[in-house]
């Protein structure tokens, strides 16, 4: 069973909308939580990171952990096309090293 | 000049050929890993290290094994390549939970 769940998507959404991303994890000793961005043949890059229940926001980027229902989302407000990629969410587990990944969401922004 | 390096970028083999990815990275960091990537599959964890001395397996390190031969550098090699090992690759360094990734290599095995 795939501990990181992610909608493989395409998600679309139209240019300067909110995109919402979401990620579910079966473990509940999970202590970290991760969203890269990773465009088309290049690397993941890190963009935010979270590790309390609530929200956390660094620019137009918002993650928010709830820990409880063991679900992660990230927010993206007025999306730009530049924003087109895979988002990919990762965990670290109690206990762990390296993280486990989802198998990411495709987002289109249509311009 | 890039943080975390990997040679080569592109590697095409076959069946049976022993296989050297290297990684370096000038960022310091104590922990490294390596990744591979699939299409449907995402990121597995292939192995990892805290430091020189010491190497764990992560979640699918059959057919491959490692070397760590100085803080800033982590090889990995498959010592006889098969099909089903034809993926992206990816070194990543680590500091704490936050992790970095190299550009990646992308191996075919005929």
């Known amino acids: 069973q795939k501990e990181v769940e992610q909608n493989s998507g395409p998600l679309s959404v139209p240019e300067g909308a909110i995109a919402s991303l979401n990620c579910t994890y079966s473990d509940r000793g999970s202590q970290s939580f991760f969203w890269y961005r990773q465009y088309s043949g290049k690397s993941p890059e890190l963009i935010m990171f979270?590790?309390?229940?609530g929200d956390k926001e660094d620019g137009r980027f918002t993650a928010q952990l709830n820990k409880a229902s063991q679900y992660v989302s990230l927010l993206i407000r007025d999306s730009q096309p530049s924003d087109s990629a895979t988002y990919l969410c990762?965990?670290?587990?109690?206990?762990?090293?390296?993280?486990?990944f989802g198998k990411g969401t495709h987002l289109i922004i249509q311009p | 000049d890039a943080d975390v390096t990997q040679t080569p970028r592109n590697r095409i083999t076959k069946t049976g050929k022993r296989i050297m990815l290297e990684c370096s990275q000038t960022?310091?960091?104590?922990?490294m890993y390596w990744y591979r990537q699939d299409p449907g599959l995402g990121l597995r964890l292939i192995y990892y290290s805290f430091d020189v001395k010491d190497i764990n397996k992560g979640e699918i390190s059959d057919g491959y094994s490692v070397s760590r031969q100085a803080q800033a550098k982590f090889s990995l090699s498959l010592e006889s390549a098969i099909p089903n090992q034809t993926a992206l690759y990816f070194c990543?360094?680590?500091?704490?939970?936050?992790?970095?990734f190299g550009p990646g290599t992308r191996l075919t095995v005929l």
């Open positions: 979270i590790y309390s229940n």
């Open positions: 990762a965990v670290r587990r109690e206990g762990a090293d390296g993280l486990t």
């Open positions: 990543a360094t680590g500091a704490t939970d936050t992790q970095y």
């Open positions: 960022k310091g960091h104590d922990r």
